[in-house]
């Protein structure tokens, strides 16, 4: 059974940082395409970034770029988010999510591309 169990999230002022972490089980991430979204009240979830398998190359929301980044750590099996120069936009439930195992990301960085999903956990930033 894959299982993505994110970690907790919290609140920040803008300006500072967060690190978000999404531990895997049931499933080799390192071997997927695996991806960040977020979806804040009212809105539609959008997605944030994605790592092509094999820890490849990298794609980020035009909102996040420069600020966010996508790794990840295959001995642990977890996928970090690390956040910089935060916003309160950035406020919202932030999710992890993986694709079906393959060779790389398919389709773009959207939720309907993406099989497994994480339960979320909430990013607040305050002005």
């Known amino acids: 059974q894959v299982r993505l169990m994110e970690s907790r999230g919290g609140s920040v002022q803008a300006g500072g940082s967060l690190r978000l972490s999404c531990a895997v089980s049931g499933y080799t991430i390192e071997r997927a395409c695996m991806g960040w979204f977020r979806q804040a009240p009212g809105q539609e979830r959008e997605g944030v970034a994605r790592i092509q398998p094999e820890g490849g190359g990298t794609t980020f929301a035009n909102s996040v770029m420069g600020r966010f980044t996508i790794s990840q750590d295959k001995d642990k099996n977890t996928l970090y988010l690390e956040m910089s120069s935060l916003k309160p936009d950035d406020t919202a439930m932030y999710y992890c999510?993986?694709?079906?195992?393959?060779?790389?990301?398919?389709?773009?960085?959207?939720?309907?591309?993406?099989?497994?999903w994480g339960q979320g956990t909430q990013v607040n930033v305050s002005s």
């Open positions: 999510a993986a694709q079906q195992s393959g060779y790389w990301c398919v389709g773009g960085l959207e939720p309907r591309s993406f099989a497994y």
